[in-house]
């Protein structure tokens, strides 16, 4: 069992994307990475329910790191949290890491057995390295 990670985002295009991207860091790995991107009818936008719903699938007990794209993204992860269970609830740890750069090294982490906050901690050292490179 590891650490699961939700990636929401108002485009599940984009949300899809990023996950790809990230999987490739997972070469022969499994990883419980859960989408609550879009709407239901294709349009853009965030669901608290959908929320909730991925952050359920993707705990596996060890805790779960969500990450989110913008504004109304985070408003609806804050009121995911209130629809959960207390027990899962106390597991969830939602990160302000950009969501490309923090999704790709959480993941990785998280793949090699990292606990909850470890995975967090890398993803919010997400820019670091593009920070470093171009000063």
Same mark, same amino acid.
């Given at each position: 069992?590891?650490?699961?990670?939700?990636?929401?985002?108002?485009?599940? @295009?984009?949300?899809?994307? @990023?996950?790809?991207? *990230?999987? %490739? /860091?997972?070469?022969?790995?499994?990883?419980? &990475?859960?989408?609550?991107?879009? /709407?239901?009818?294709?349009?853009?936008?965030?669901?608290?329910?959908?929320?909730? !719903?991925? &952050?359920?699938?993707?705990? +596996?007990? !060890?805790?779960?790191?969500?990450? /989110?794209?913008?504004? +109304?993204?985070?408003? +609806?992860?804050?009121?995911?949290? !209130?629809?959960?269970?207390?027990?899962? #609830?106390? #597991?969830?740890?939602?990160?302000?890491?950009?969501?490309?750069?923090?999704?790709?090294?959480?993941?990785?982490?998280a793949?090699?057995?990292?606990?909850?906050?470890?995975? *967090?901690?890398? *993803?919010? #050292?997400?820019?670091?390295?593009?920070?470093? %490179?171009?000063r």
């Amino acid at each position: 069992m590891s650490v699961g990670v939700v990636v929401v985002s108002h485009s599940r @295009a984009l949300a899809d994307a @990023a996950v790809e991207l *990230a999987r %490739q /860091m997972l070469p022969g790995r499994e990883l419980a &990475i859960e989408v609550a991107a879009g /709407m239901d009818d294709g349009s853009l936008g965030t669901d608290a329910v959908a929320v909730s !719903e991925a &952050i359920t699938a993707a705990d +596996s007990g !060890e805790g779960v790191v969500v990450l /989110m794209d913008l504004g +109304s993204a985070v408003l +609806s992860a804050e009121t995911a949290l !209130e629809l959960l269970d207390d027990e899962v #609830r106390e #597991r969830v740890l939602l990160s302000a890491a950009p969501l490309v750069e923090g999704l790709v090294g959480a993941v990785v982490v998280a793949a090699g057995g990292a606990g909850r906050d470890q995975v *967090a901690a890398e *993803a919010a #050292r997400g820019l670091a390295p593009k920070e470093a %490179q171009l000063r």
